[in-house]
């Protein structure tokens, strides 16, 4: 197989408070392809947002080394975009504003204003928002905040993507819909993504690989299970797909054997 | 319409009406009738009370006040006196006679002007410093004593000092307003920038935005909301002390005429001047309260 675009090497990080250090992952490794869609799931404070970090480079590790196309990653960067969890969209700017701002960083020296604003409105146009890019972040909804997030990050054109539980505060009709949007997306751009988020399904619909984190301290990845379920998914099919059921039931198994607040009953032999 | 009155379709025309339902249909209509009109009630009484209350207490404190001037003659004026006395003050803000005798509004104005000027660079300079003072931590540190000890000097307090240094009055009122309005700014920039979400700047961080697209994108913005609690306090502080160094200072200026009158013993002038100087004060209030408004719509939505 060809050289990894994204790889993390025995990373190992620890955060220091008042002396005392606790460590939050031990000897992660891992390994991304361009254009592969991967999750990462675990239970809540099991440092899977940490990995994230490590890879948007706003967490320093504290051994090991995160590489993106054989460079290590010193600090955060527009090639590795994040969709932060809260949107994080700026409220005193439009919705237009917000995402022109990231081309105009990015494109401003090489390109003209008419360039520019084309670019801005393609980017709104791939999450279906150009009809409210005069509204303010505070006059739109969840989603569609959620939505301005992904076309901000997507106008940087990053090598690889980064969503933080990007639906995670979303109720669940507009979660499913933001789910075939970026589905769609990644269809379309085959863009290279990291989405770590904490609900099964969503993880398997997704990902072409689902990567599993024990609990923290120390979490290491567990599993990594393989989503052979052919693309396009459809949300309703792949309920009937033996390949989807399959990874389904093996990530429910092994949350279910890592959970420390309500141990799984021992299975009978 | 806030109620839909008729809310069911009235039966066929040829069938005949069922009594019952018919009477509900009345009782319902009266209830929401009264409902309606209840609420209109309430509005118009709220209403009344907002602008007849101040009134009320207005009329009730120059009454007493009316009282009190008659039943003692010979201490402090009473509204009517103070009416008969300085008609011209009241009526004709604009006479000029060259000199200081020029009506209130050429005063008000020159004072104005100063804390303009004044004001304007304690505005710059304020909210300069303390985006500074937030963002480096160790400037902050350092100078955060000397800050907290300097803002609880007065407003006169400064004058010697910026007499004995600037030598002249018209620089030395420019500097008493700008020493004293700067504090509030500066201690409410610094604190809205080092109140910024660690959201804004972990976008910052990913754009790799410049310190300076990140001063006016991401600082300036988000401690709009801080830097005109600031402004708000320090435009009333700089008020209170132009009023007072121009006691001191003379020449045209609100805070002289006051001085003047009371060295003459004109004492319904002085009242005329008050009233003035409060008036003008809840105007630059209300000024730079609206203006941060308009500037930071926006800023606090979630």
Redesign the interface.
């Known amino acids: 197989m060809s050289k990894p675009l994204l790889s993390l090497e025995n990373i190992y990080v620890d955060f220091e408070r008042d002396g005392v250090i606790s460590q939050v992952l031990e000897n992660v490794s891992l390994s991304v392809h361009k254009g592969e869609f991967l999750s990462i799931i675990g239970h809540s404070g099991c440092g899977k947002s940490t990995l994230l970090n490590v890879v948007a480079g706003l967490v320093p590790v504290t051994l090991g080394a995160a590489l993106l196309d054989n460079k290590e990653i010193k600090g955060p960067g527009p090639e590795r975009a994040v969709v932060f969890q809260n949107h994080s969209l700026l409220p005193w700017m439009t919705v237009y504003e917000n995402v022109r701002l990231a081309v105009a960083k990015l494109y401003g020296a090489r390109e003209n204003l008419k360039q520019l604003h084309d670019r801005t409105l393609h980017n709104l146009e791939l999450v279906k928002m150009t009809h409210a890019k005069d509204k303010r972040p505070g006059e739109i909804s969840g989603g569609m905040k959620q939505r301005v997030g992904i076309a901000r990050a997507l106008a940087m054109e990053p090598k690889v993507l980064l969503l933080d539980e990007p639906f995670g505060a979303l109720d669940a009709l507009t979660r499913a819909h933001l789910q075939d949007t970026v589905m769609e997306l990644h269809e379309r751009i085959r863009s290279t993504v990291l989405m770590i988020t904490h609900d099964v399904d969503e993880a398997v619909l997704l990902a072409d690989r689902v990567v599993m984190m024990t609990n923290g301290p120390k979490a290491r990845i567990g599993e990594i299970v393989d989503v052979k379920t052919p693309r396009p998914r459809d949300r309703k099919q792949v309920l009937q797909d033996a390949q989807f059921i399959d990874c389904r039931r093996s990530i429910v198994g092994f949350l279910e054997a890592h959970d420390h607040a309500h141990p799984a009953p021992a299975e009978p032999a | 319409m806030p109620f839909e009155v008729h809310k069911m379709t009235a039966p066929q025309s040829d069938t005949p009406a069922d009594p019952v339902a018919d009477h509900n249909q009345i009782l319902l209509a009266a209830a929401q009738a009264k409902q309606i009109a209840a609420s209109r009630r309430r509005k118009l009484a709220d209403k009344a009370g907002n602008y007849l209350m101040p009134l009320l207490t207005v009329s009730a404190l120059l009454l007493m006040w009316e009282a009190l001037g008659t039943a003692f003659p010979g201490g402090l004026p009473s509204p009517s006196m103070v009416l008969m006395d300085a008609q011209e003050l009241i009526f004709n803000p604009f006479y000029d006679r060259g000199g200081v005798d020029k009506g209130l509004f050429w005063h008000v104005l020159t004072s104005l002007s100063r804390v303009g000027i004044g004001f304007g660079l304690a505005a710059v300079c304020g909210v300069l410093l303390g985006a500074f003072l937030g963002t480096v931590d160790w400037a902050r540190k350092g100078t955060d004593p000397i800050i907290q000890v300097l803002r609880t000097v007065p407003p006169l307090a400064w004058l010697p000092i910026s007499l004995a240094a600037l030598r002249e009055a018209q620089p030395s009122a420019l500097f008493v307003i700008f020493i004293t309005s700067i504090w509030p700014i500066v201690i409410n920039t610094m604190v809205g920038v080092r109140n910024i979400p660690q959201?804004?700047v972990?976008?910052a961080?990913?754009?790799?935005?410049t310190p300076g697209?990140y001063f006016f994108?991401?600082m300036l913005?988000?401690a709009?909301p801080h830097i005109f609690t600031g402004l708000r306090i320090g435009v009333g502080m700089s008020w209170l002390a132009i009023v007072a160094s121009e006691m001191l200072l003379g020449g045209v200026g609100i805070g002289f005429f006051i001085w003047d009158q009371y060295n003459s013993s004109r004492m319904s002038d002085i009242i005329v001047a008050l009233v003035w100087v409060g008036l003008v004060g809840f105007v630059l209030d209300r000024l730079v309260a609206l203006v941060g408004q308009y500037v930071?719509?926006?800023?606090?939505?979630?």
Do not use: M
């Not at chain 2, 961080?205 to 935005?209: I, Q």
């Not at chain 2, 930071?296 to 979630?302: H, V």
């Open positions: 959201d804004y972990n976008v961080k990913v754009l790799r935005l697209e994108k991401i913005p988000a709009t930071s719509r926006g800023t606090t939505a979630d």
